[in-house]
């Protein structure tokens, strides 16, 4: 499953100060409209092992340009 989830702008603050994220050059799979910034993806293996159930693959990813979560999951 790929999918975005776009986010409040609070929602995205709170999570950037809640987990360590780092700087990851991602190229997604899906493609969506955008705001116009430019993408900024991090990754957070903290995040994602809390969101993520455990019987599931994959990663997170968010974009705080435009305050959007990515993921490529499945089961």
Do not use: C
């Not at 929602?11 to 493609?31: C, F, G, H």
């Not at 430019?38 to 340009?65: C, H, M, T």
């Amino acid at each position: 499953m790929r999918e975005y989830v776009i986010l409040e702008h609070s929602a995205v603050s709170y999570l950037t100060t809640a987990y360590t994220w780092e700087s990851v050059d991602v190229e997604p799979k899906l493609k969506y409209a955008q705001h116009g910034l430019a993408q900024n993806w991090r990754y957070s293996e903290e995040f994602n092992s809390f969101i993520k159930p455990s019987n599931y693959v994959g990663e997170f990813y968010l974009d705080d340009n435009n305050d959007s979560l990515y993921f490529e999951i499945e089961q």
